[in-house]
């Protein structure tokens, strides 16, 4: 059975960082924006889309749910059919080989499927400020606001398709602050986990 | 400045044993037990008393706490007077030199006075159930019901004191499954972060 990583991460705590070192240090492939040209090719979406909806929900999303009809008959709306094009592809990359896969539900998705190292990330809300800002530029939100309503998202994502908690500890096998022990030290231990 | 591991946990998972082999690798002391003997010496309070009151809080002690009067005029009652002793034998022993403490709130107490490194053990329910018989016995109340009770008090204990959520990966550097990543890895992943 293959070994698969699966990191989720707070956003700006540096876990897609993270995520590719270890697979660096390892030597085998990482999923990050990698699955999303995948999950784009077989759901026929375009990538914008599934970056934004494939790993987040909005609450508009969770109010406009409904039948909005992509030509799948045995599927309700547009985001039954990303979430089940996503699991298949995760479901498909597992079997082929080990891997890390960062955010997605990963974890949930091969819960029984492979022999899985489930991490979370996560950091001070100063530092990741700091980081987004650095790494992603200004917008017009405040850092702070960007940082939470992205959690926000990406909690209210997996806790619609999961029933576990995301970020609670019992969810995953080990949970790291990036700030508080470096990118280097959370590559290392990952790494001497696999 | 000392390096301090504390170390918090779930009841059942295992962290008592992993503090005691961290401090033994380390070639440190570990306080758990031996804290008891210290606060019930400088308190005045029996030992079964410190155990039972110094890390755990019932629903009936918050609700009954008022004045019960240990002759000391400067404290509420019997409660505060416990945590303010222990507050001051763990800011004694973090000054004296780099050691393990067990539970106790000992990272927030050492929050602004020592180089802490700040971790939490949690498992899987079924193990620590299996853990707690084995090492506990059996006892009129089911292993479930016993963790869930104890945990919640080791919570409500927590809360009272601090500022913080008691199992909330923010409030750790690093959070361990020690029924995943087995007792052994815990004790190397922690070591290797002195």
Excluded at 57 to 80: E, K
Excluded at 138 to 161: C, G, M, Q, T, V
Excluded at 168 to 183: F, K, P, R, V
Aim: hydrophobic share 35%; aromatic share 10%.
């Amino acid at each position: 059975m293959n070994r698969i990583i699966t990191i989720g991460r707070e956003f700006g705590s540096g876990g897609r960082t993270i995520a590719k070192q270890v697979a660096e240090k390892l030597g085998i492939p990482c999923f990050d924006s990698e699955l999303l040209v995948r999950i784009a090719e077989e759901s026929g979406f375009d990538e914008k889309f599934v970056s934004e909806r494939g790993d987040t929900m909005s609450l508009s999303t969770v109010i406009s749910r409904g039948l909005s009809g992509q030509g799948y008959y045995n599927y309700l709306n547009t985001d039954d059919h990303l979430w089940e094009v996503q699991r298949k592809v995760i479901c498909e990359l597992a079997e082929k080989e080990s891997c890390v896969i960062v955010g997605r539900c990963a974890d949930y998705i091969l819960r029984d499927k492979a022999d899985c190292l489930n991490v979370f990330i996560y950091a001070d809300m100063e530092k990741r400020a700091e980081r987004i800002v650095n790494v992603y530029g200004e917008s017009s939100d405040a850092p702070i606001k960007r940082l939470k309503k992205k959690d926000k998202n990406r909690k209210a994502f997996y806790e619609y398709h999961t029933d576990v908690r995301w970020g609670d500890t019992h969810t995953y096998d080990i949970c790291l602050d990036s700030s508080e022990l470096g990118i280097e030290k959370c590559v290392e231990i990952i790494a001497s986990l696999y």
